[in-house]
């Protein structure tokens, strides 16, 4: 399974949980049988991973999304779109395997494709807005090359960056 594809099963599960209210196990252990026959243990670490991550810290996800859509509650915004957002930035800010424009990119498409007819342009503004800031600040500290979304998928490379 490619990175793009883990990504979209990765929004799949936030959607379901923002929607649902469910835990993320739960989620996971009902989404991975139905849309992940098949998995690596590498594959299944990095969907987990991801899902885990953003969920765990989604208090500090939101309040920076919070910030940067002035014009949209997260209550008023689409909840294909939060989750799109929610994922990009969890990936930005927490995982330096992924380079940046992978992050953006991915987020961009899966908006184009689950989201309302703006909501490309909206996730890029919004995502876009928050780089700038990170970047000024010093925050953004992303040590990896590639930019092709394809990256073998290890389930690794977590880390915290200073903010």
């Not at 959607?15 to 996971?28: H, K, N």
């Not at 999304?65 to 800010?93: G, P, Q, V």
């Not at 991915?106 to 780089?131: C, P, Q, T």
């Amino acid at each position: 399974m490619s990175r793009r594809l883990a990504r979209e099963l990765v929004f799949k599960i936030l959607f379901q949980i923002d929607l649902g209210r469910i835990p993320w196990q739960e989620a996971v252990d009902y989404a991975l049988p139905e849309y992940g026959q098949g998995l690596s243990a590498g594959e299944h670490s990095f969907i987990t991973g991801l899902v885990q991550g953003v969920t765990s810290s989604c208090r500090e996800l939101d309040d920076l999304l919070s910030r940067f859509s002035s014009e949209w509650t997260l209550n008023r915004m689409a909840a294909t779109d939060r989750s799109i957002l929610r994922l990009a930035l969890y990936e930005i800010l927490y995982r330096e395997d992924i380079p940046v424009e992978v992050s953006v990119n991915e987020a961009v498409e899966l908006a184009k494709k689950y989201g309302e007819e703006d909501s490309g342009r909206f996730v890029n503004g919004i995502l876009g807005a928050l780089i700038k800031e990170l970047d000024h600040n010093g925050a953004l500290k992303k040590t990896g090359d590639s930019t092709d979304g394809e990256e073998p998928l290890t389930g690794e490379g977590t880390k915290r960056r200073d903010s």
